[in-house]
């Protein structure tokens, strides 16, 4: 999370200083619009133990577009390259997603679902389901 927090902040920087554009749309081309969100589920991770977040297809393309609005406004070579590596691992793990199962009502991945008694949970495929988290 931090890595796309900094990607985000910084294409927001970058894009703020070399456009004349309003802030809503400064935030949308960047990505940063989406940093309280991520906060905000950082915090109900953290609260649950947990060391990942969800995020949509479409905040990872949130990512995407920062990445390539930082290479029109002269984005730094090290923040490019974090962000087509986080890009590609975003990548990877969505064409490695785990199958997805309904444990107690909850939709959660398969290795996820540690102490579920058998016989609660159903197996759903999963493909192009949501990306796995961060």
């Known amino acids: 999370m931090?890595?796309?927090v900094e990607i985000f902040e910084y294409?927001?920087?970058q894009i703020a200083e070399l456009s004349s554009a309003d802030e809503e749309t400064i935030a949308s081309a960047s990505g940063s619009a989406l940093i309280p969100a991520l906060y905000?589920?950082?915090?109900?991770a953290s609260s649950r133990l947990r060391d990942d977040l969800p995020l949509l297809t479409g905040?990872?393309?949130l990512?995407?577009?920062a990445v390539i609005n930082l290479e029109s406004y002269e984005g730094s070579?090290?923040?490019?390259?974090t962000g087509y590596e986080?890009?590609?691992r975003f990548t990877q793990r969505r064409r490695n997603v785990y199958p997805l199962r309904l444990v107690h009502g909850i939709l959660s991945f398969v290795h996820e679902a540690r102490g579920a008694v058998d016989g609660t949970g159903s197996t759903i495929l999963g493909g192009d389901g949501p990306v796995p988290c961060v």
């Open 59 to 61: 905040e990872l393309r």
């Open 40 to 44: 905000a589920r950082a915090g109900l």
């Open 86 to 88: 986080l890009l590609d």
């Open 63 to 65: 990512l995407e577009a």
């Open 77 to 81: 070579e090290v923040m490019l390259c």
């Open 11 to 13: 294409a927001h920087a």
């Open 2 to 4: 931090a890595t796309l």
